[in-house]
């Protein structure tokens, strides 16, 4: 049977600050990621991904745990490890002195590539990104989400086994968001492993085969969307703006969640006529739509992804 994609441990990572005390990123994460599957790690900001993405990656050394990439050991043995992956950091930047072209088919060259093969790689990658018309400007006169293309299209050029995105899409506007995901598919079926970081909801949903919430540095659940979304207990959100009045009535319906703006419970369609008649009576105007991956975040965290740490 070949090795998983990606196999952690137990991985936890505590940095020591100023007079003793200690800050703990991570707090024993375990997880495995299947050869060829696209799997998403969600996560407030300051939750603990990107610090488990540099671990995982050989850019950082964890306080304990392991970490196997296809079998090898990624702390014990980084360098074996560095050949089978390729990274976009977050907000990562191309180098301002190069051209996309050349920050692409350089980096396939730094890896090895022969130039034939860096060539049409690069025109495939840049052409994949929508930035074959600015293919040969430099970076300093590109906008944020060309320069970050830029960066997404380095990396999936390499078409490598495992492929680790720490928020690719930051920055982008939605058509661009939609031809980024295409790109990650077509690697996917090729067989690229994907491990991705996101704050986009719908980006996780639309991508991810298999995803994991991550929270103070601890794993909290982890499954598919759908079964994530099942867990909720219901089908349809009820959402009541200003509705801390009616707090205790809500949560008769069942778990209410706050996330700071709105009121939320999750009902089957059989209730909802009544929290609507209830929010009227109130003179407030909920809304009601289909249970999202949104909620299962909120059942999981208790408050938004979006909302400050």
């Known amino acids: 049977m070949p090795a998983e994609a990606l196999v952690a441990r137990n991985v936890a990572k505590s940095y020591r600050l100023r007079r003793g005390l200690t800050v703990d990123a991570l707090r024993g994460v375990s997880l495995t990621v299947h050869p060829g599957e696209r799997f998403a790690l969600l996560g407030r900001n300051g939750a603990g991904k990107t610090t488990f993405l540099r671990i995982a990656s050989t850019l950082l050394v964890p306080t304990s745990g392991t970490v196997e990439v296809f079998g090898r050991d990624a702390i014990a043995d ?3 490890v560095r050949s089978l992956l390729a990274v976009v950091p977050q907000e990562g930047k191309p180098f301002f002195h190069l051209t996309p072209r050349e920050q692409v088919y350089a980096y396939l060259s730094a890896r090895g590539f022969d130039r034939a093969t860096a060539r049409a790689r690069t025109d495939e990658a840049l052409g994949q990104m929508g930035l074959l018309e600015v293919a040969d400007r430099l ?3 590109l906008s944020g989400g060309q320069r970050q293309r830029t960066v997404v299209a380095t990396v999936i050029a390499t078409e490598a086994p495992l492929l680790f995105l720490d928020e690719p899409t930051i920055g982008m506007d939605p058509f661009a968001r939609r031809e980024v995901w295409e790109s990650f598919r077509r690697l996917s079926r090729k067989g690229c492993t994907i491990l991705l970081t996101t704050h986009y909801l719908d980006e996780a949903e639309s991508l991810s085969e298999h995803l994991a919430i991550i929270e103070r540095g601890r794993l909290l659940t982890q ?4 079964g994530l979304k099942q ?9 009541v703006p200003d509705g801390a009045r009616i707090r205790s009535e809500l949560e008769t319906f069942g778990q209410v969640v706050d996330d700071g ?5 999750v009902v089957g369609p059989e209730r909802v006529q009544e929290i609507l008649a209830l929010a009227a009576r ?3 105007q909920p809304t009601v739509g289909p249970v999202t991956l949104e909620e299962a975040f909120l059942r999981a965290v208790g408050r938004s992804i ?3 740490g």
């Open 223 to 226: 499954g598919t969307a759908e």
């Open 139 to 141: 970076s300093t006169t």
């Open 78 to 80: 980084p360098v074996a």
């Open 261 to 265: 703006e709105k009121l939320h419970v």
């Open 231 to 239: 867990q909720v207990g219901g089908t349809l959100r009820v959402s």
């Open 306 to 308: 979006d909302a400050e």
């Open 282 to 284: 109130e003179k407030l």
